[in-house]
């Protein structure tokens, strides 16, 4: 299989694609240049807006008085639900469940009820805190125990994916067992806040720029809320300070409220939020709890897996529908179970509405899988790492998914293989089990997991993308797409795309900003997708120009058009060779169109959800990561030691943006699985809202030796953009080899005969109760 898929004859001519090249807004970035929109010069007129919100999670909204708002210095006016012209509802879904407004239940503490405008931020800021709200509280259900025990009503319609007869094989299962893990959520903490600027124009047009990374939905929200046509609104998105998912369709509710503002006022308006008030108003990373039982023999090969995966979604459907989903789509990881059943618990909390967040639920399934092997490893004693082996998917059967798709391109053994070679695991792993024999505080663990993230959108119709690219007469060009620039590079990815094609520099190609009157209808950039869609779209249009100037070149000098060809730096035609710019300048007298749309749909990809049926992704991005550890059995403080990563990019777009993928997302996976931790107190009120109470990784939290490489010669067997695999998600889920590590060091405490079940996050705290109930359990 190796041999076959390093044969495809794919490499593409020297060129701009596949050469590492910087981020295009990197020296702006670094220069403090780059144009964030509280950055853009203040339109004339403008008006800055806050919101108003409730004090409480759960009751109903008895009275709202807003005087003394109305009141207060530099106030211009404060809009309720009663303002709204169109539809009072931002839902991403066909529930209609996500009012902008409250107007009589208060289902999360932090929910808008109203809008205040004023002259400056700080007036409206503080006169939005003056309103006096009457309530009658209600007891808020705030996570998923209490979910359950009050049989709260689920969000949305759950899941359940099938293979095989579990009850059976569970039941001729040599071995089986019971296990619950509990898996926290995620605040995005992007670097630049939710933010939008409305511009209203003359008749019903609306401009408004906006951090989202889906600016067709905040267009079409818009145009909902204002009561207008999506072609009266227009979307502008240059670039995001980080995304991470958290601006898929949390955006929608600060576009929104900006534009009804901004034509209730007739001026420009912005609206900020404070870093604590975007934390509080904003879906976060799903937590869940996964519930299993698992039949296994003693050489600890799985028979069969039973699981459930509920999930607190908060006060709406928003995007938990489609998460919890693909948290089913990856309960497998790499393994095969001959027997799986796996059900969604999607559940309903007086909490903000958890969306979408890096891995869109496929790191939760994820992490699950792992805890399975861990398990079968543990109650085997076998190594962890030979049970990984002895599940894995196979070549040629054991290959069904437990959604019945067959994995057809499966190098997770290669990937494995290769990084124990490299990363000299084996050794490793000997050296530290001895160390931690004559070590009675400090221990050390490792742990080597792999990964296979499906790619698509799961939703079949977002899986398309347009592109428009012109050609001028000194041979330069303009690009627009329908995907958004949040830090991850896929602006210079695409760029890259377009110069290969036409032969030319990278200077010769100009980045635009994302705009929804150049390219309609476009999918969120989401689902690690950007490159593969918006790569292909912008491709169909190179091409389409290049067929009409090859047309016109073999005409023209009176050559085959197979005797034509783009190279880098000039175009061959017969024995003649002229530069793009002559070509086009040619061209354009003999009145050729130089500007031309693209389209791309991805083939193949189909799902019945129904059914629990079908092939809903387009390939699979395969890596594997070793992480060791030291933890203080003291304290349970830790420090990640060293990381190896391993990381199929297929035939990588941009070797030097796809490692710092890699590496970024590594980071925020491993900042997930260890120190970041989301608490609520009883009232429903978010007491991790800021940097203060609410810890990401910083620089001296990355491993002190971190080895990232790319798997060479694996291009991608699908036809992709240049055969490439996408980097977005995938990378974050290499961190489960960190909490597998720090398991792996709890376990040398009872001598690794007892599974230490570390629930993520795995903070200091919980990794001492793990010490402690291991030792505890190893002494009786």
């Not at 024999?437 to 119709?461: E, N, Q, Y």
């Not at 067997?717 to 792996?744: F, N």
Request: aromatic share 8%; proline share 5%.
């Amino acid at each position: 299989m190796a041999d076959a898929r390093r044969k495809l004859d794919i490499v593409p001519e020297t060129g701009p694609a596949g050469s590492a090249r910087p981020h295009d807004s990197a020296p702006k970035h670094v220069a403090g240049e780059a144009l964030y929109i509280d950055d853009i010069a203040a339109p004339e007129g403008l008006l800055h807006a806050y919101l108003g919100i409730s004090g409480i999670a759960h009751g109903k909204l008895m009275s709202l008085d807003i005087d003394a708002v109305r009141a207060a210095p530099g106030v211009v006016a404060v809009l309720t639900a009663a303002d709204i012209p169109g539809a009072n509802d931002i839902s991403s879904t066909h529930r209609h469940d996500e009012p902008v407004f409250a107007t009589e239940h208060i289902l999360f503490h932090g929910q808008p009820l109203f809008a205040v405008v004023a002259d400056t931020r700080e007036q409206a800021r503080q006169a939005a805190t003056l309103a006096k709200a009457d309530y009658a509280e209600e007891a808020p259900l705030i996570d998923i125990a209490s979910a359950r025990k009050a049989d709260s009503r689920l969000v949305t319609e759950p899941l359940k994916l099938e293979r095989g007869d579990v009850a059976t094989a569970l039941a001729a299962s040599p071995r089986r067992l019971k296990g619950s893990m509990a898996i926290g959520g995620q605040e995005h903490f992007y670097l630049e806040s939710q933010i939008a600027l409305a511009i209203p124009g003359e008749d019903e047009d609306m401009a408004v720029l906006v951090s989202t990374q889906h600016p067709s939905e905040v267009q079409h929200m818009v145009a909902a809320v204002l009561g207008v046509g999506s072609h009266a609104v227009t979307v502008e998105v240059r670039r995001m300070g980080g995304g991470f998912g958290g601006k898929e369709t949390q955006a929608n509710l600060f576009a929104c409220v900006a534009a009804l503002c901004a034509r209730k006022l007739k001026r420009p308006v912005k609206l900020r939020p404070d870093r604590d008030d975007d934390m509080a108003l904003t879906g976060k990373r799903h937590d869940f709890v996964c519930d299993y039982e698992i039949g296994f023999d003693d050489e600890g090969r799985i028979h069969a897996v039973d699981a459930v995966y509920a999930a607190r979604c908060g006060w709406n459907a928003d995007l938990s529908g489609p998460v919890t989903d693909r948290a089913l789509f990856h309960m497998d990881n790499c393994y095969f179970y001959p027997a799986v059943r796996a059900r969604s618990e999607p559940l309903f909390t007086h909490t903000c509405s958890n969306t979408a967040f890096r891995g869109f639920g496929g790191p939760q399934g994820m992490v699950g899988a792992e805890r399975f092997i861990e398990e079968v490893a543990y109650a085997t004693g076998l190594d962890p790492l030979e049970v990984r082996r002895r599940n894995l998917y196979g070549a040629t059967d054991r290959d069904l998914t437990p959604y019945h798709q067959t994995v057809e391109d499966n190098i997770a053994g290669e990937v494995i293989a290769e990084l124990e070679r490299r990363s000299d695991y084996q050794a490793r792993k000997a050296a530290i089990r001895e160390a931690n024999k004559t070590s009675p505080v400090i221990k050390r663990g490792i742990a080597l997991t792999p990964v296979k993230f499906g790619i698509s959108f799961t939703a079949t119709w977002f899986n398309q993308a347009g592109a428009l690219v012109h050609v001028y007469t000194d041979g330069t060009v303009a690009l627009n797409h329908g995907g958004t620039e949040m830090g991850q590079g896929l602006y210079i990815k695409v760029a890259q795309v377009v110069a290969h094609a036409f032969g030319i520099g990278l200077d010769q190609v100009k980045i635009t900003a994302t705009t929804t009157d150049k390219v309609p209808n476009t999918s969120a950039t989401a689902a690690s997708s950007g490159s593969d869609l918006n790569g292909m779209a912008a491709l169909d249009a190179c091409e389409t120009i290049k067929k009409r100037l090859t047309e016109f070149a073999a005409k023209h000098w009176r050559a085959r058009p197979d005797d034509i060809a783009f190279l880098p730096g000039r175009v061959k035609i017969g024995t003649h060779e002229i530069t793009f710019k002559e070509l086009i300048a040619a061209a354009y007298m003999a009145r050729i169109q130089l500007s031309a749309t693209g389209f791309y749909a991805t083939p193949k990809i189909h799902w019945d959800r129904k059914a629990g049926r079908g092939h809903p992704f387009y390939y699979f991005a395969y890596g594997a990561a070793a992480a060791e550890v030291a933890i203080d059995t003291l304290t349970g403080e830790y420090k990640v030691e060293r990381v190896d990563i391993l990381h199929d990019c297929g035939q990588s777009l941009n070797p030097a943006i796809d490692k710092g993928q890699i590496e970024g997302g590594f980071v925020q996976g491993m900042g997930w699985l260890t120190t970041e931790e989301l608490v609520w107190d009883k009232k429903g009120r978010l007491w991790t809202h800021a940097p203060s109470t609410y810890k990401i990784p910083v620089a001296s939290d990355r491993p002190r030796i971190f080895n990232v490489h790319l798997l060479e010669n694996a291009p991608n067997r699908e036809p992709t953009i240049h055969r490439s695999k996408a980097v977005g998600e995938p990378p974050l889920m290499l961190a489960i080899s960190v909490l597998h590590a720090l398991s792996d060091a709890v376990a040398s405490v009872g001598a690794y005969r007892i599974c230490p079940r570390l629930d993520a996050p795995a903070t200091p705290e919980r990794v001492l109760d793990a010490v402690e109930r291991v030792r505890a359990e190893a002494e009786r």
